[in-house]
Nanobody, 114 residues
Framework: QVQLVESGGGLVQAGGSLRLSCAAP????????MAWYRQAPGKQREWVAS???????NYADSVKGRFTISRDSAKNTVYLQMNTLKPEDTAVYYC????????WGQGTQVTVSS
């Protein structure tokens, strides 16, 4: 079954760092822009960052300068390095592509304490 598998979340203090990983099917990863999204409690899911197959990244203003998205073609994996985390970064983080696929992974919880 085709799926997206996110990992790497956890509980961290404000100012700390986490690295998220997402393994994707090769058929999707090799040709699509990959992206990270997040959904905080009571809020809509929002786009965080994306990266095209050749590696040009884009970021939401709220994470620019703190988060770095990257992709490893050999592992069909996309990463999100998150530094200088803030309590407002607390959310479930999901990876997907652009355009969005018709399914989502389970996500990974990121909780930033103040």
């Amino acid at each position: 079954q085709v799926q997206l598998v996110e990992s790497g979340g956890g509980l961290v203090q404000a100012g700390g760092s986490l690295r998220l990983s997402c393994a994707a099917p090769r058929s999707i990863f090799s040709i699509r822009t990959m992206a990270w999204y997040r959904q905080a409690p009571g809020k809509q899911r929002e786009w965080v960052a994306s990266i095209i197959p050749i590696g040009n990244p884009n970021y939401a203003d709220s994470v620019k300068g703190r988060f770095t998205i990257s992709r490893d073609s050999a592992k069909n994996t996309v990463y999100l390095q998150m530094n200088t985390l803030k309590p407002e970064d607390t959310a479930v983080y999901y990876c997907n592509s652009i355009p969005i696929l018709n399914y989502w992974g389970q996500g990974t919880q990121v909780t930033v304490s103040s």
